[in-house]
């Protein structure tokens, strides 16, 4: 009997789709990117390789650097497709490369509020000493330079859809300030490189990516639902006079939105890359989930824990900017997304609590 094939749930293909022929910019080129064991590099790596396999004339060469090497089953997978894997810790300083480097993303960092009130020392340095090293190198190098930054730095907008022009109201001391100050701390080393040292570097503000490749213990608001999913366990969920809502974006949308930025984004700029449609609260999330992805999750409300208390009311991305500029068009719908994520989280989740 022949083995049945493995369903790709990323689907990148709806990626190499939306990227289109800006992809060629990276055809004999070479790519260093920090973060690739994390829940997006997942998605960036299987993004080069299919670029490589189907796409582009020349490979592309990926150098991928993580706190710790891979599975030797990631390894297997992307064995003879361009990647090369190092391991190092992010908060130490980058050793510079020898080789040229055409490419480079700083997508490492600690991203669950629940890990990074946990870790508040690493979430900084893995950001700022992550920036300031892979800078370095793209300066060195003379290559293009992305960093993927968050809505976050807009805390509660007073404009939704959120423009990059608006300015947040960060709070400087709270269980969240970590993440969200050294975020916009390096948006401005992006900008400094970029303004002094002629550095062709720019920043993208990730709004609620999810996916396929996020961990069960993530404990972001998705893996959450996916879990109590599987444990048929009601979930706890924050109950607040007013309830935060949120557009939540399929990461196939994200990493296209990231692979443009990367290759036509402009100097010292900045871009949302999400999607402004279906802003919705968590409890609108469970019923649309319940009602497309065959599950049912029921839920109580509880009082926040002390790192959601000061969490943004509001996210929503303008993406008029990166439309014009970068022909971004996010082409992968919220509830496909959600079909894709709850099919491959069923298969993979245990229902126990983290």
């Not at 990926?62 to 810790?89: K, N, Q, T």
């Not at 892979?134 to 809505?151: C, D, G, M, P, Q």
């Not at 002629?198 to 998705?222: K, P, Q, T, Y």
Request: a neutral charge; hydrophobic letters at 35%.
């Amino acid at each position: 009997m022949q083995q049945e094939m493995k369903k790709d749930y990323y689907k990148i293909s709806k990626v190499i789709k939306m990227l289109g022929s800006d992809a060629n910019a990276l055809s004999g080129k070479t790519l260093l990117c920090t973060g690739t064991g994390g829940f997006l590099g997942q998605w960036l790596l299987r993004t080069v390789k299919q670029l490589n396999e189907t796409v582009l004339e020349k490979p592309c060469k990926l150098l991928a650097y993580d706190i710790s090497l891979p599975s030797s089953e990631v390894y297997e997978e992307f064995r003879d497709c361009g990647v090369i894997f190092h391991a190092h810790d992010l908060t130490k300083k980058l050793p510079i490369v020898s080789e040229k480097i055409d490419f480079v993303v700083h997508m490492a960092g600690i991203a669950s509020p629940t890990h990074y009130k946990r870790f508040p020392l690493e979430t900084i340095d893995v950001t700022l000493e992550g920036v300031r090293g892979t800078l370095e190198i793209a300066r060195i190098h003379n290559a293009k330079f992305l960093f993927t930054s968050s809505s976050e730095v807009y805390q509660t907008p007073k404009i939704v859809p959120t423009p990059e022009t608006e300015i947040g109201e960060i709070y400087p001391n709270n269980e969240r300030s970590c993440y969200d100050i050294s975020k916009l701390m390096a948006e401005n080393l992006v900008y400094v490189y970029g303004k002094n040292l002629s550095v062709e570097a720019c920043s993208i503000r990730i709004f609620n990516s999810f996916g396929v490749g996020m961990a069960e213990a993530d404990s972001r608001i998705l893996p959450r639902i996916a879990s109590a999913a599987k444990s048929g366990k009601k979930m706890q969920i924050y109950k607040r006079d007013q309830l935060p809502t949120r557009t939540y974006c399929p990461a196939a949308n994200t990493i296209a939105g990231l692979f443009k930025a990367l290759i036509k984004g402009k100097k010292t700029e900045v871009y949302n890359i999400g999607i402004s449609t279906n802003e919705i609260s968590v409890q609108e999330l469970i019923h649309l989930v319940n009602e497309n992805c065959n599950v049912k999750v029921e839920y109580d409300f509880v009082v926040p824990t002390s790192v959601y208390i000061h969490e943004p009311l509001r996210r929503c991305p303008d993406i008029a900017k990166a439309s014009k500029e970068l022909g971004y068009v996010p082409l992968v719908s919220l509830e496909d997304g959600l079909i894709d994520f709850f099919e491959w989280s069923n298969e993979r989740y245990t229902g126990i609590d983290h």
